[in-house]
């Protein structure tokens, strides 16, 4: 599955697996991801695609503005992994 800006990835490795987040930017063979809290908009992480599960979801452009929008974004997908 091809990885676009806005798509919900689940990270596979690294402090911040199992967490989902979304990307921001792709720099090959890099994509700049971001939770909105712990890796907010000022300070997004890069992390290699190999380390990123894509899900079929894809955040429209208005949820990326915000971190509060983004949290918003990511909560069900957070829900629906804890059940």
């Known amino acids: 599955m091809e990885i676009k800006r806005g798509q919900v990835v689940r990270s596979l490795a690294g402090h911040d697996k199992g ?3 979304t990307v921001l930017e792709l720099l090959p063979p890099y994509a700049v991801v971001c939770d909105g809290k712990r890796r907010s908009l000022e300070h997004p992480k890069r992390k290699k695609l190999l380390h990123l599960a894509p ?6 452009e208005e949820s990326l503005e915000t971190n509060r929008q983004i949290r918003s974004a990511l909560r069900s997908f ?3 992994a804890q059940k």
């Open 19 to 21: 967490d989902f987040q």
């Open 55 to 60: 899900t079929a979801a894809v955040l429209p």
């Open 78 to 80: 957070r829900e629906r």
